[in-house]
Protein backbone atom coordinates (compact mmCIF):
# COMPACT_ATOMS: atom_id res chain seq x y z
CA UNK A 1 0.00 0.00 0.00
CA UNK A 2 2.81 2.58 0.92
CA UNK A 3 3.68 3.07 -2.92
CA UNK A 4 0.51 3.63 -3.79
CA UNK A 5 -0.02 7.15 -4.00
CA UNK A 6 4.10 8.32 -4.46
CA UNK A 7 3.43 9.38 -7.98
CA UNK A 8 0.86 10.50 -10.29
CA UNK A 9 1.22 9.94 -13.70
CA UNK A 10 0.33 13.25 -15.72
CA UNK A 11 -1.47 13.83 -19.74
CA UNK A 12 2.37 13.75 -21.24
CA UNK A 13 3.94 10.99 -19.32
CA UNK A 14 5.70 12.48 -16.67
CA UNK A 15 5.22 11.29 -12.76
CA UNK A 16 4.83 13.95 -10.15
CA UNK A 17 5.74 12.74 -6.86
CA UNK A 18 2.51 13.21 -4.67
CA UNK A 19 3.43 15.00 -2.29
CA UNK A 20 5.56 18.17 -2.40
CA UNK A 21 7.04 21.19 -0.28
CA UNK A 22 4.99 24.13 -0.61
CA UNK A 23 7.60 27.24 -0.06
CA UNK A 24 4.97 30.36 -0.02
CA UNK A 25 5.55 32.74 3.41
CA UNK A 26 9.00 30.53 3.94
CA UNK A 27 11.22 33.25 4.45
CA UNK A 28 14.65 33.85 3.26
CA UNK A 29 17.40 32.76 6.30
CA UNK A 30 14.91 29.70 6.68
CA UNK A 31 13.88 28.56 3.41
CA UNK A 32 17.32 26.86 2.85
CA UNK A 33 17.48 24.80 5.36
CA UNK A 34 13.68 24.02 5.41
CA UNK A 35 14.42 22.43 2.32
CA UNK A 36 17.64 20.66 3.26
CA UNK A 37 15.18 18.89 5.62
CA UNK A 38 12.44 18.01 3.50
CA UNK A 39 14.10 16.44 0.93
CA UNK A 40 16.18 14.68 3.87
CA UNK A 41 12.65 13.33 4.90
CA UNK A 42 11.87 11.82 1.65
CA UNK A 43 10.77 14.65 -0.54
CA UNK A 44 10.98 14.98 -3.81
CA UNK A 45 8.92 17.89 -4.80
CA UNK A 46 9.73 21.33 -4.13
CA UNK A 47 6.75 23.49 -5.21
CA UNK A 48 8.36 27.24 -5.81
CA UNK A 49 7.49 30.37 -7.71
CA UNK A 50 9.03 33.65 -8.41
CA UNK A 51 6.79 35.83 -6.54
CA UNK A 52 7.36 33.90 -3.41
CA UNK A 53 11.08 35.91 -3.24
CA UNK A 54 13.37 33.01 -2.35
CA UNK A 55 14.25 30.94 -5.00
CA UNK A 56 17.70 32.40 -4.98
CA UNK A 57 18.24 30.57 -1.44
CA UNK A 58 16.17 27.59 -2.49
CA UNK A 59 18.66 26.92 -5.68
CA UNK A 60 21.83 27.31 -3.02
CA UNK A 61 19.69 24.35 -0.86
CA UNK A 62 19.22 22.39 -3.88
CA UNK A 63 22.91 22.85 -5.03
CA UNK A 64 24.02 21.85 -1.55
CA UNK A 65 21.90 18.66 -2.14
CA UNK A 66 23.37 17.87 -5.40
CA UNK A 67 27.06 18.64 -3.83
CA UNK A 68 26.78 16.40 -0.88
CA UNK A 69 24.95 13.60 -2.93
CA UNK A 70 21.63 13.53 -0.99
CA UNK A 71 19.65 13.47 -3.84
CA UNK A 72 20.56 13.90 -8.02
CA UNK A 73 19.20 16.36 -9.85
CA UNK A 74 17.09 14.11 -11.95
CA UNK A 75 14.94 12.45 -8.77
CA UNK A 76 13.77 15.85 -7.85
CA UNK A 77 10.33 17.40 -9.23
CA UNK A 78 11.17 21.14 -9.34
CA UNK A 79 7.88 23.43 -9.83
CA UNK A 80 7.89 26.90 -10.57
CA UNK A 81 5.20 30.22 -11.53
CA UNK A 82 5.22 32.86 -13.32
CA UNK A 83 3.27 35.73 -11.30
CA UNK A 84 1.06 38.05 -13.64
CA UNK A 85 3.55 40.88 -12.65
CA UNK A 86 4.95 39.11 -15.84
CA UNK A 87 2.30 37.59 -17.18
CA UNK A 88 2.48 39.38 -20.68
CA UNK A 89 3.41 36.67 -23.71
CA UNK A 90 7.00 38.35 -24.17
CA UNK A 91 8.01 38.00 -20.60
CA UNK A 92 7.41 34.00 -20.36
CA UNK A 93 10.76 32.82 -21.12
CA UNK A 94 13.01 36.48 -19.64
CA UNK A 95 11.05 35.40 -16.43
CA UNK A 96 11.91 31.37 -16.58
CA UNK A 97 15.54 31.94 -16.96
CA UNK A 98 15.63 34.45 -13.69
CA UNK A 99 13.96 31.45 -12.08
CA UNK A 100 16.32 28.89 -13.32
CA UNK A 101 19.27 31.05 -13.03
CA UNK A 102 18.05 31.71 -9.14
CA UNK A 103 17.41 27.82 -8.88
CA UNK A 104 20.48 27.15 -10.64
CA UNK A 105 18.63 24.59 -12.58
CA UNK A 106 19.07 23.82 -16.40
CA UNK A 107 14.88 23.04 -16.65
CA UNK A 108 12.01 22.88 -14.20
CA UNK A 109 9.77 19.82 -14.30
CA UNK A 110 7.17 22.08 -14.45
CA UNK A 111 5.96 25.84 -15.55
CA UNK A 112 2.76 27.05 -14.21
CA UNK A 113 1.15 30.46 -15.28
CA UNK A 114 0.47 31.23 -11.39
CA UNK A 115 -2.68 33.36 -11.68
CA UNK A 116 -5.32 34.24 -14.75
CA UNK A 117 -4.62 37.41 -14.77
CA UNK A 118 -1.36 40.20 -15.81
CA UNK A 119 -0.29 43.77 -14.64
CA UNK A 120 0.12 46.48 -16.89
CA UNK A 121 3.56 47.32 -16.54
CA UNK A 122 3.61 51.00 -17.03
CA UNK A 123 1.43 51.06 -13.49
CA UNK A 124 4.27 50.13 -10.82
CA UNK A 125 3.43 48.61 -7.51
CA UNK A 126 -0.35 47.64 -6.64
CA UNK A 127 -3.07 50.37 -7.05
CA UNK A 128 -6.47 50.07 -8.54
CA UNK A 129 -5.98 50.14 -11.84
CA UNK A 130 -3.29 47.77 -11.77
CA UNK A 131 -4.42 44.36 -13.59
CA UNK A 132 -5.27 43.72 -17.35
CA UNK A 133 -6.77 40.45 -18.61
CA UNK A 134 -4.00 37.97 -19.79
CA UNK A 135 -4.31 37.06 -23.16
CA UNK A 136 -4.59 33.24 -22.75
CA UNK A 137 -3.35 32.49 -26.24
CA UNK A 138 -0.49 34.14 -26.68
CA UNK A 139 0.49 33.01 -23.38
CA UNK A 140 0.75 29.92 -23.72
CA UNK A 141 2.28 29.90 -27.22
CA UNK A 142 5.52 31.16 -25.09
CA UNK A 143 4.61 28.42 -22.34
CA UNK A 144 4.52 25.91 -25.38
CA UNK A 145 7.78 27.18 -26.29
CA UNK A 146 9.35 26.79 -23.89
CA UNK A 147 7.88 22.81 -23.36
CA UNK A 148 9.60 22.39 -27.05
CA UNK A 149 13.29 23.67 -26.03
CA UNK A 150 13.18 21.38 -22.63
CA UNK A 151 13.76 23.99 -20.29
CA UNK A 152 10.08 23.10 -18.88
CA UNK A 153 9.42 19.30 -18.86
CA UNK A 154 5.79 20.03 -17.99
CA UNK A 155 3.62 23.32 -18.53
CA UNK A 156 0.47 24.02 -16.52
CA UNK A 157 -1.64 26.77 -14.98
CA UNK A 158 -2.90 27.72 -11.45
CA UNK A 159 -5.94 29.33 -10.25
CA UNK A 160 -7.65 28.59 -13.11
CA UNK A 161 -12.01 27.64 -13.30
CA UNK A 162 -13.11 25.32 -15.45
CA UNK A 163 -14.45 28.05 -17.96
CA UNK A 164 -10.73 29.59 -18.21
CA UNK A 165 -8.98 25.90 -18.85
CA UNK A 166 -11.88 25.98 -21.49
CA UNK A 167 -10.95 28.83 -23.45
CA UNK A 168 -7.05 27.75 -23.02
CA UNK A 169 -7.76 24.10 -23.88
CA UNK A 170 -9.24 25.51 -27.23
CA UNK A 171 -5.84 27.03 -28.43
CA UNK A 172 -3.40 24.49 -26.83
CA UNK A 173 -1.18 22.88 -28.91
CA UNK A 174 0.67 21.24 -25.61
CA UNK A 175 -2.34 20.76 -23.17
CA UNK A 176 -1.89 22.30 -19.44
CA UNK A 177 -0.49 18.87 -17.53
CA UNK A 178 -1.96 20.91 -14.33
CA UNK A 179 -4.01 22.85 -12.68
CA UNK A 180 -3.20 24.01 -9.28
CA UNK A 181 -5.76 25.15 -7.17
CA UNK A 182 -7.05 25.51 -3.75
CA UNK A 183 -8.08 22.02 -2.30
CA UNK A 184 -8.89 20.73 0.96
CA UNK A 185 -11.69 18.61 2.41
CA UNK A 186 -13.92 22.06 2.62
CA UNK A 187 -13.39 23.14 -0.60
CA UNK A 188 -12.89 19.69 -2.17
CA UNK A 189 -13.52 21.17 -5.96
CA UNK A 190 -15.76 19.07 -7.34
CA UNK A 191 -16.71 20.60 -10.08
CA UNK A 192 -13.50 21.49 -11.47
CA UNK A 193 -11.57 18.01 -10.64
CA UNK A 194 -14.78 16.71 -12.55
CA UNK A 195 -13.65 18.58 -15.28
CA UNK A 196 -9.82 18.26 -15.02
CA UNK A 197 -10.50 14.68 -15.07
CA UNK A 198 -12.28 14.61 -18.06
CA UNK A 199 -10.08 16.57 -20.09
CA UNK A 200 -6.73 14.63 -18.60
CA UNK A 201 -5.35 17.82 -16.49
CA UNK A 202 -3.74 16.25 -12.95
CA UNK A 203 -4.78 18.56 -9.92
CA UNK A 204 -2.55 19.79 -7.30
CA UNK A 205 -3.70 20.98 -4.13
CA UNK A 206 -2.24 24.37 -2.47
CA UNK A 207 -3.63 25.15 1.09
CA UNK A 208 -4.20 21.46 1.79
CA UNK A 209 -4.10 22.07 5.23
CA UNK A 210 -6.25 25.07 4.63
CA UNK A 211 -3.11 27.58 5.64
CA UNK A 212 -3.57 28.00 9.07
CA UNK A 213 -0.97 30.20 10.17
CA UNK A 214 -2.45 32.84 7.04
CA UNK A 215 -3.87 35.74 9.31
CA UNK A 216 -6.21 36.56 5.97
CA UNK A 217 -7.36 33.19 5.36
CA UNK A 218 -10.40 32.12 8.36
CA UNK A 219 -8.98 28.40 8.47
CA UNK A 220 -11.04 25.77 10.10
CA UNK A 221 -10.01 22.87 8.27
CA UNK A 222 -7.97 21.70 10.57
CA UNK A 223 -10.78 21.88 13.32
CA UNK A 224 -13.46 20.46 10.96
CA UNK A 225 -15.25 17.78 13.11
CA UNK A 226 -15.58 14.87 10.65
CA UNK A 227 -11.23 15.27 10.21
CA UNK A 228 -11.31 15.26 13.86
CA UNK A 229 -13.10 12.22 13.89
CA UNK A 230 -10.82 10.03 11.33
CA UNK A 231 -8.36 11.43 12.84
CA UNK A 232 -8.92 10.08 15.98
CA UNK A 233 -10.12 6.94 14.73
CA UNK A 234 -7.27 6.38 12.54
CA UNK A 235 -4.53 7.44 15.46
CA UNK A 236 -3.35 10.73 12.62
CA UNK A 237 -3.08 13.93 13.10
CA UNK A 238 -5.79 15.96 11.40
CA UNK A 239 -2.87 17.28 8.75
CA UNK A 240 -1.97 14.04 7.85
CA UNK A 241 -6.25 13.06 7.51
CA UNK A 242 -6.25 16.50 5.42
CA UNK A 243 -3.62 15.15 3.49
CA UNK A 244 -4.71 11.77 2.58
CA UNK A 245 -7.98 13.11 2.03
CA UNK A 246 -6.24 14.68 -1.07
CA UNK A 247 -4.01 11.49 -1.89
CA UNK A 248 -6.88 9.74 -2.38
CA UNK A 249 -9.48 12.10 -4.11
CA UNK A 250 -6.24 11.89 -6.97
CA UNK A 251 -4.25 14.93 -6.52
CA UNK A 252 -1.27 15.73 -5.04
CA UNK A 253 -0.46 18.16 -2.51
CA UNK A 254 1.89 20.94 -1.47
CA UNK A 255 2.19 21.82 2.03
CA UNK A 256 4.11 24.34 3.55
CA UNK A 257 5.85 23.94 6.71
CA UNK A 258 8.77 25.40 8.29
CA UNK A 259 9.10 23.34 10.88
CA UNK A 260 10.83 19.82 10.80
CA UNK A 261 8.39 17.74 13.21
CA UNK A 262 5.61 18.99 10.73
CA UNK A 263 7.82 18.43 7.79
CA UNK A 264 7.84 14.79 8.59
CA UNK A 265 4.81 13.95 9.82
CA UNK A 266 2.80 15.69 6.61
CA UNK A 267 5.03 13.30 4.33
CA UNK A 268 4.20 10.14 6.74
CA UNK A 269 1.06 9.09 5.06
CA UNK A 270 1.66 6.39 2.93
CA UNK A 271 2.02 3.37 4.52
CA UNK A 272 -1.80 3.87 5.81
CA UNK A 273 -5.23 5.04 4.39
CA UNK A 274 -8.69 6.27 5.16
CA UNK A 275 -10.96 3.24 4.56
CA UNK A 276 -14.17 3.66 2.36
CA UNK A 277 -17.10 3.92 5.09
CA UNK A 278 -14.83 7.29 6.60
CA UNK A 279 -13.88 8.67 3.36
CA UNK A 280 -17.32 8.41 2.53
CA UNK A 281 -17.72 11.21 5.64
CA UNK A 282 -16.20 13.73 4.04
CA UNK A 283 -19.22 14.30 1.70
CA UNK A 284 -20.90 15.91 4.45
CA UNK A 285 -18.35 18.79 5.02
CA UNK A 286 -20.18 21.93 4.06
CA UNK A 287 -17.88 23.83 1.37
CA UNK A 288 -16.44 27.11 1.26
CA UNK A 289 -13.73 28.35 -0.53
CA UNK A 290 -11.13 30.15 1.97
CA UNK A 291 -9.34 31.77 -0.97
CA UNK A 292 -11.30 34.07 -3.05
CA UNK A 293 -8.61 36.31 -4.32
CA UNK A 294 -9.79 39.44 -3.35
CA UNK A 295 -7.34 41.11 -3.96
CA UNK A 296 -7.25 40.72 -7.98
CA UNK A 297 -10.73 42.00 -7.99
CA UNK A 298 -11.44 45.80 -9.03
CA UNK A 299 -13.93 47.80 -10.88
CA UNK A 300 -11.29 48.69 -13.04
CA UNK A 301 -9.32 45.63 -13.71
CA UNK A 302 -9.97 42.27 -16.10
CA UNK A 303 -12.32 40.44 -13.11
CA UNK A 304 -15.06 43.29 -10.77
CA UNK A 305 -16.28 40.20 -8.87
CA UNK A 306 -14.99 37.21 -7.08
CA UNK A 307 -17.67 35.48 -9.07
CA UNK A 308 -16.11 36.42 -12.23
CA UNK A 309 -12.86 35.55 -11.22
CA UNK A 310 -14.00 32.20 -10.68
CA UNK A 311 -16.40 32.43 -13.12
CA UNK A 312 -19.48 31.12 -10.79
CA UNK A 313 -17.32 28.15 -9.08
CA UNK A 314 -17.27 29.36 -5.75
P1 LIG B 1 4.42 25.65 10.31
O1 LIG B 1 5.32 26.21 9.25
O2 LIG B 1 4.66 26.26 11.64
O3 LIG B 1 4.41 24.13 10.32
P2 LIG B 1 -1.02 25.13 3.96
O4 LIG B 1 0.01 24.24 3.39
O5 LIG B 1 -2.41 24.56 3.91
O6 LIG B 1 -0.98 26.52 3.40
O7 LIG B 1 -0.71 25.29 5.53
C1 LIG B 1 0.52 25.82 5.96
C2 LIG B 1 0.42 26.20 7.42
O8 LIG B 1 0.08 25.05 8.19
C3 LIG B 1 1.69 26.74 7.99
O9 LIG B 1 1.34 27.83 8.82
C4 LIG B 1 2.25 25.60 8.82
O10 LIG B 1 2.92 26.11 9.93
C5 LIG B 1 1.02 24.84 9.23
N1 LIG B 1 1.21 23.38 9.25
C6 LIG B 1 1.97 22.63 8.44
N2 LIG B 1 1.84 21.33 8.71
C7 LIG B 1 0.97 21.25 9.73
C8 LIG B 1 0.42 20.16 10.45
N3 LIG B 1 0.74 18.91 10.17
N4 LIG B 1 -0.46 20.44 11.45
C9 LIG B 1 -0.79 21.73 11.74
N5 LIG B 1 -0.32 22.80 11.08
C10 LIG B 1 0.56 22.56 10.09
Not at 26 to 35: E, F, L, N, T, Y
Not at 66 to 84: A, H, Q
Not at 136 to 148: C, G, H, N, S, V
Not at 226 to 255: C, F, I, N, Y
Amino acid sequence: MGEEFRFFELNNGARIPSVGLGTWQAPPGVVGDVIIAAVKAGYRHIDCARVYENEKEIGMALKKLFEDGVVKREDLWITSKIWCWCNYPEDVPVVLEITLQDLQLDYVDLYLVHWPLAKKKDIPGFTPDCFTALDIPATWREMEKIYDSGKAHAIGVSNFSSKKLEDLLKVARVPPAINQVESHPVWNQSKLREFCQSKGIHLTAYSPLGSPGTIWIKSDVLSNPVLDMVAEKLGKTLGQVALRWGLQMGQSVVPKSTNEARIKENFDIFDWSIPDDLFAKFSEIKQRRLIEGQFLIHELGPYKSVEELWDGEI
